[in-house]
């Protein structure tokens, strides 16, 4: 168990549809990153939160958009989800604002859209 | 932006052998390189990482090179274990080090 909790582990959504994926980080750490790992794509960075606020955007899509929370969990929603969505989305925490002494990673949240 | 090139994307080595794991990267401010392992089902996980003003580190089986002026650094496993079989990706980080830009996996297999 690294700490960081994402849920849920699986979900089959279908095109169209709105979902929400939760993550709690590590215990004391303040920042949490999100990550798409598909196929073709690898891992790919979506963004970063530290602390309640918004501190780097990757390539994520307009139809998609975070938060984290005072007790510091994120979620991410996925809007009018189409096929190619359908990847591995995961959630990492680290300690302050930036990675440089290394990310932990939760189990993931793998998303199907049928 | 940085580019991460990963290479071989899969290996195959006899238990015992080693492997050794090759990525290079484009942006000369680039100066945190960590290397993750991802089993099958799970997150990756931090294995070993090496900062812009170190050569070389090692951790019991596991060691890291870094060669700034080439832009390159390399995994070396040895003594490998069936357990040590799994996807390995390097990724590169600004001092910012807001995002990793990850490499695109290699996967290894080690036969016993």
């Known amino acids: 168990d690294s700490g960081v909790t994402q849920t849920p582990k699986h979900l089959i959504t279908a095109t169209g549809q709105r979902v929400t994926l939760r993550c709690s980080p590590r215990s004391g750490d303040l920042s949490v990153y999100w990550y798409q790992q598909s196929l073709d794509q690898g891992l790919q960075f979506l963004i970063q939160?530290?602390?309640?606020?918004?501190?780097a955007k990757g390539n994520i899509l307009e139809r998609f958009s975070a938060q984290q929370f005072p007790d510091l969990h994120s979620e991410l929603n996925l809007s009018s989800l189409e096929l190619g969505d359908s990847a591995l989305y995961f959630c990492?925490?680290?300690?302050?604002?930036?990675?440089?002494?290394?990310?932990?990673f939760g189990s993931g949240t793998r998303l199907t859209v049928v | 932006g940085e580019n991460v090139e990963q290479h071989p994307s899969t290996l195959s080595v006899q238990e015992g052998d080693s492997a050794v794991i090759k990525c290079t990267y484009s942006d000369s401010a680039s100066n945190y390189f960590p290397w993750y392992k991802q089993e099958l089902g799970k997150g990756p996980q931090l294995i070993i990482d090496?900062?812009?003003?170190?050569g070389e580190k090692k951790d019991q089986r596991i060691a890291v090179t870094l060669n700034k002026t080439a832009k390159h650094f390399s995994l070396h496993i040895t003594e490998t274990q069936p357990e040590d079989s799994a996807v390995y990706f390097c990724a590169a980080s600004r001092p910012t080090g807001n995002q990793f830009y990850f490499g695109t996996g290699t996967s290894l297999t080690v036969i016993p």
């Open positions: 990492a925490s680290s300690v302050g604002p930036g990675g440089d002494y290394g990310y932990t």
């Open positions: 090496i900062r812009s003003n170190v």
């Open positions: 939160y530290y602390n309640g606020e918004e501190r």
